[in-house]
């Protein structure tokens, strides 16, 4: 997906900047679409290119961050600051939107505003942050940004709102845009950024977690940062799995570790004993070693989320992301 990375490789990594350039520009971007409709549309996804470069951009980020702390030395390129202006926009737009007096607490309709802001001005955003010569694939890579909130007829978000996202990242990188030195900062900086404003919504505008399991799922609404969060923490000499139950340890070093940070906000929006608001996150803390933890969230991510039709029949596929099987 990163240009210069094998695997996967979206463009050779041997032709010239030009050659490169010009074998994007010829792509005929579409706007995204629905593909997945019915259950047995399923097989469709996971044999699609779509899914090989979403699962190899996730995998090749875990790597990435392996063992190195959010407050490690990273570059910052001009499009992750971008990227970042462009998240302290939708966290100013909360700001300017209140939440609303209603008699339901959940859902606040507020959210509704908030979000026919972003629709209105999403692809206006993407283009600030893309080359001028790929100004066309705008309109693609901006639906996975509006995506990628929460769905403002229910007033939700889930694990489905967190993958575009990653497909707005994905793709971000497909049409060169980040590159291979950006993927700390991809997850320290605008990864970490998105969270942020993610919990700032939710908080805001009481949204509902969109197909909870409840107490067995992992976390209401994210997964991505428990799989990152875990593969920053392998081979740590001190913190193991046993030591993220304990509040004093969580707030003595969140601000170094994505995983951390989960469980403070976890702490902070459940009362009771962590062990039954948050039974999966419990029975992980008995697992060994960090290196297990993230080996079992993966399959865990492709298992509860990748391969569950309530979260992929709303995924939508184009030109960079698509519907077509790998090509052998």
């Known amino acids: 997906v990163f240009e210069g990375e094998m695997p996967p490789v979206s463009l050779p990594a041997s032709s ?16 995204p679409k629905k593909e997945i409709n019915m259950v047995p549309d399923m097989g469709k996804w996971k044999r699609s290119q779509a899914y ?19 407050t490690c ?28 007096d209603q008699p339901s607490r959940f859902g606040n309709k507020a959210f509704r505003t908030w979000y026919a802001k972003l ?7 993407v283009s600030t942050v893309i080359p001028s010569s790929v100004r066309a694939a705008a309109p693609e890579i901006a639906v996975y940004l509006k995506e990628s909130v929460g769905n403002s007829t229910r007033i939700d ?39 942020q404003v993610m919990r700032k919504l939710q908080k805001t505008y009481r949204m509902e977690p969109a197909g909870s399991q ?4 992992l976390d209401d609404f994210q997964f991505l940062p428990f799989i990152w969060g875990s593969s920053q923490l392998i081979d740590h000499p001190t913190l193991e799995p046993r030591h993220f139950v304990e509040e004093k340890i969580v707030n003595e070093h969140h601000q170094d570790y994505m995983f951390l940070e ?6 902070e929006m459940k009362t009771g004993p ?30 509860e989320c990748l391969e569950k039709f309530p979260v992929i029949q709303h995924f939508k596929f184009g030109s960079l992301l698509p519907i077509q099987p790998v090509k052998p």
């Open 157 to 195: 978000y889930g694990t489905g709102h967190e993958a575009a996202f990653a497909a707005f990242l994905c793709c971000l990188c497909k049409i060169g845009a980040l590159r291979v030195d950006d993927q700390l900062a991809i997850i320290f900086k605008v990864f970490d950024r998105y969270l």
């Open 52 to 70: 090989a470069d979403y699962i190899g951009f996730i995998l090749t980020l875990n790597e990435a961050v392996k063992g190195k702390k959010l």
């Open 274 to 303: 962590f062990a039954e608001h948050s039974n999966q996150l419990w029975n992980i803390s008995a697992v060994p070693t960090w290196s297990k933890v993230n080996q079992g969230l993966i399959r865990m991510y492709k298992a």
């Open 16 to 31: 010239p900047e030009d050659d490169k350039a010009a074998a994007i520009i010829s792509l005929n971007f579409i706007v």
């Open 214 to 217: 409840g107490v067995w799922g």
């Open 73 to 100: 030395e990273y570059k910052v390129s001009e499009t992750v600051e971008k990227l970042l202006s462009l998240l302290n926009t939708l966290d100013r737009w909360i700001d300017e939107t209140p939440p609303m």
């Open 119 to 125: 629709e209105q001005e999403a692809e206006a955003l």
């Open 262 to 267: 989960c469980i403070k906000f976890i702490n």
